[in-house]
C-alpha cells in the first residue's frame, strides 16, 4: 500500500521524463513517517512544506488502507450546443499492443484510426498522455458565470465558479458505477473514463495489465493556470482604490460580494492583527495586506530586511504605508525596501497612458506621499534581467539586487558597511532602463531615491545609501539604521536573560558587563567612533522593578563624496615647502 509522486515537466514526454522532484513510499497512514502529507507538505500547515513546486490537501476522512488510483474530472464552461460536442480531455486508459487499432483523436472517428506499433509500458502512462497529446485549455482559469440579476436594493450576488465538470480517470474497470450529478453533458454520466481491468486487489496473473509494479502508474496536470491571477482580468485589484469604501472596490474579482464570516453570516471576515479589528474583503489589495501583516510579530518571524516588489508608493501607496508601519512599529528590526515605479502603465480607467516617470518626476511622486520613515529606503530605475524560463527579457525593479546586496554585505562585511558603490552594491542586469547621468543622480539623491548608476566599466551599480528620512541626521543613511538594528538585536538577546534577575547592583553590573563587549566589538570592526552606557539606579525605577539603561553612540559615517583639488606648481618649486 505504497506508492511514489513524480512531479515532472509539463514539456516533457512519456518516453523521456524529466523528473523535477521525487518522494517515494509514501502511504495514506498519518501515523506513518512516511505519510504522503508529511513527506510533501500539506496546503493546511499542519505539515511542513518540503516540495518545491506542489502541496497536498488531503480530503476529510481520507482512508488510510487507499492508494492513489486516478484523479476527478476538470472544471469547464457550460456549452449550448445541440450537437452534443462540447471538447473533452483525452486520456490514455490502457497499454497498447502491436497492430492494436488507436483512435485519435476521440470521438471514435475511423478516419483518425492508426496502428500501435505497441507500447513499451515502462516509458508510457495512462491518464494524460503525450501520446496523445495534452490540450492544455483544459488546465486553464475558466473564469465565473455571469453574475444573476440583483436580488435586492443592497449588495448583488456574484457570479458563481462554473460547476461543469468533465470526465476524469480511474484505472479501476469496475468505477463506471461513480456518476457525475453536475456534468456539463449529461446529467448522471459516469464519473471517469476507466482502465480495461479490475484493481480493487492485487493482480495475480501476468493476462491482468496491472499484474507488474512499473504498469501501476498515471501522470494528472493541475487545472487553474499557472501563475494564480484571474487571466479573464485585463489588470490587477492591489491598487488603493479596491479597498472597501473606495469607488472602485465593486470592480475587484468579485465585483459584489465579501467573503463572509466563519459561521457564513455577515458581510465581513474580521481578523484580529494585535487586538485590532482589520477588515479583508475579497480583491487582492487585501491579500497583499495580510501578506504583510503576517510579519507582523518579530518573535513569531525573524527577518531583517522587507521587501514588496509588486507594490510601488505611486499605485499602491496605502499598501506600501501599511508595510511601512508594520516593519517601523510593530516589528522596529528590519528595513523596507520599497519600490519606486519608472514607467507610468494604463490604468483601468483608461487616464493614464505607458510613459516614462523622469527622475525629477520620480522624486514628486516620493513627495507625494508624505512618506517619512528611516526605517525605509528605495531605488531607481529599473534593470532589465533574463527571464530564463520564458526565454525573453523583463525589467524588474531592482528591489531584489537590493536586497541581495544587503545579504552579501552581511557576509562579507558588517550591516553597517553601505551596501552601494563597486564592493557591495554591483547589480546582475543587462542595463537599467535609464541610464542616468550625473545631475539626474543628485536629482534623486537629493530627493531621498538611491539611484542605479550606469557606468562602462562595470555596468550598473547602487549608487545611494539613503532612508526615507525627510530630515538631514545620521538617521537619513542607511547603514546608520542597519547599525542601530543590529546592535538593538544582538543586546534586547543579552538583556532578556537577565529578566526576573534580582534588581540591585549585581544584574546592573551585569548589564553593563554584558553591552560593553557588543559595542565596543562594533566599535573594532568600524561601526562606531565611540560609545557609552549606562544605567540608572534611582528609587522610583527600582519601586517600578526597572533597569533603565541609556547607550550614547557615535556612529560611523559612509563616505559619498570625495573632493580633490589639483594645483599646477612651477617646475623648480619645491614639494618640501607645500
Known sequence: MTFDVLVRNFFDTDANPVVIEKFTNCNMDPASNNFVAKKIGSSNGEFALIS???MIELADEAPIDAIPCGFYGYTQREYESTANISPVPKFKTKYYYPGEVVFNPPFGSTTNATESAGDIVRRAYLGFSSQFGIDD????????????NWVSSALPVAGEAWNYLSKGFHMDSGATVVTIANSFQTSGQTAFECGVADFRFDPETQENPYYFIYSRKYTICFAGGFDGWDVYREFRTNQDRFQLGSNGYLAGTS?????????????????????NTQDFANTDYYAYLLGILTFSNPEATNINVFATTAIDYVNNSNLVEEAIEMVQFQRADSVYIATTPDYLMYT??????????????????????????????????????RDTVNNTQIYLPPTGEVCRNLALTDNIAFPWFASAGYTRGLVNSIKARTKLTQE???????GRINPIATFSDVGTVIWGNKTLQVADTALNRLNVRRLLLQARKLISAVAVRLLFEQNDQIVRQQFLDSVNPILDSIRRDRGLYDFRVTVSSTPEDLDRNTLVGKIYLKPTKALEFIDIEFFITPTGASFENI
Open 348 to 385: 483601468p480607467d483608461g487616464t493614464n497612458s505607458l510613459d516614462i516617470i523622469y527622475p525629477q518626476e520620480a522624486v514628486d511622486n516620493l513627495d507625494n506621499t508624505g512618506i517619512d520613515s528611516n526605517y525605509t529606503a528605495t531605488y531607481y530605475p529599473w534593470i532589465l534581467v
Open 440 to 446: 539626474d543622480r543628485d536629482t534623486l539623491y537629493q
Open 255 to 275: 465585483p459584489s460580494s465579501r467573503y463572509p464570516t466563519a459561521n457564513g453570516e455577515g458581510l465581513f471576515k474580521r481578523i484580529i492583527v494585535q487586538n
Open 52 to 54: 518545491r513546486y506542489v
Open 137 to 148: 485549455a483544459f488546465l486553464q482559469y475558466k473564469g465565473k458565470q455571469n453574475p444573476p
